[in-house]
């Protein structure tokens, strides 16, 4: 009968989505983990951040921010393709991207102008080192006293020889070498007032107009991530203090260290977000709150880490067999259940299997 071929198709799925989780392909978390990219800690000497702690940006300048938009996915936001600037001259959408870039320009110029928005951030630098695949950080330079745990995980995919097994905690010193090393913190918003407007867009029945104050509030923040990250780098932790980069560099992240955010690939447990939160005082300091499924509020926001290491960069950390989500769940103090939850979409297998 039909419910019976519903039942059997579903049942077909479910054995198809099975096979794309199999688990022949990945490594057991502790050969993973003896297959690490190991730096060498004896010829690099990690920076001393300018602070130690810290520091709130209260109405950042909006012009300053402005500068550093990386305006390709602003289209997309639109369902156009193709990347800004060439997208102004594509023969299929060239001219709807012009009239819509023209409309942003002058909503952008009334934002900064009447001040819409307001744009906050806290960040912050601490005494960290490594310890297998998390990070500890300490109350202060004796590193005596561990006050945070960062959590991430390691790649467990099979690699090609020479290839390594990434994990972010690589990236920072370990507990044993001897080696004073920092990690950072940052959560950043250009979304402060942005309710009115969209209400008021919304009461008029302007969709166009709500949709636009919106993808501008979301872009303002990833550029203030961007121009947060270029100071954090020449200045507040001056690791690269030469640094001389163009926009488009920027945009192709050709900057010395990385800034992963909790839910992305390197690390996609959005749980670690409110650890990042709790370390910066973010709601308090700067109003973004974490909603129930870890979302940011406004949701014109990012938040993250900072790695200095030269050779730190960003990578996919992929399907997980359960060996390292259990071990996992130890670390954070979490149930299986709860990490499995929050893992679903990186799991190497059914959970309702085992």
Known sequence: DYQQKVRDEYAEVRERHKGRQSTKRQLNIDDARNNATILDWDSYTPVK???????????????????????????????????????????????????????????????????????????????????????????????????????????????????????????????????????????????????????RFEAEHDDYQSIMVKALADRLAEAFAECLHQRVRKDYWGYAADELLDNDELIKEGYKGIRPAPGYPACPDHTEKATLFSLLNATKEVGIELTTSFAMYPTAAVSGWYFAHPKANYFNVGKLKKDQVEDYAERKGESVDYVERWLAPSLAYDPDDN
């Not at 009447?114 to 297998?132: H, I």
């Open 49 to 199: 951040p300018s602070f130690l702690g810290t520091k709130v940006l209260n109405e950042f300048p909006l012009e300053e921010i402005a500068e550093f938009i990386d305006w390709s996915p602003f289209f997309h936001t639109w369902e156009l393709a193709g990347s800004y600037p060439k997208i102004l001259d594509d023969e299929i959408v060239g001219v709807h991207a012009k009239d819509l870039f023209k409309d942003a320009q002058a909503m952008l110029k009334k934002i900064i102008d009447e001040k819409w928005l307001t744009a906050r951030a806290v960040f912050g630098f601490y005494p960290a080192n490594s310890r297998t695949d998390d990070v500890v950080i300490y109350d202060d330079e004796s590193r005596t006293k561990e006050t945070t745990v960062l959590h991430h995980l390691r790649q467990q995919n099979i690699k090609p020889p020479g290839r390594k097994n990434y994990c972010l905690s690589d990236n920072v010193a370990p507990e044993n070498s001897g080696v004073n090393d920092y990690v950072g913190a940052f959560a950043v918003t250009a979304g402060i007032g942005i309710e009115e407007h969209v209400t």
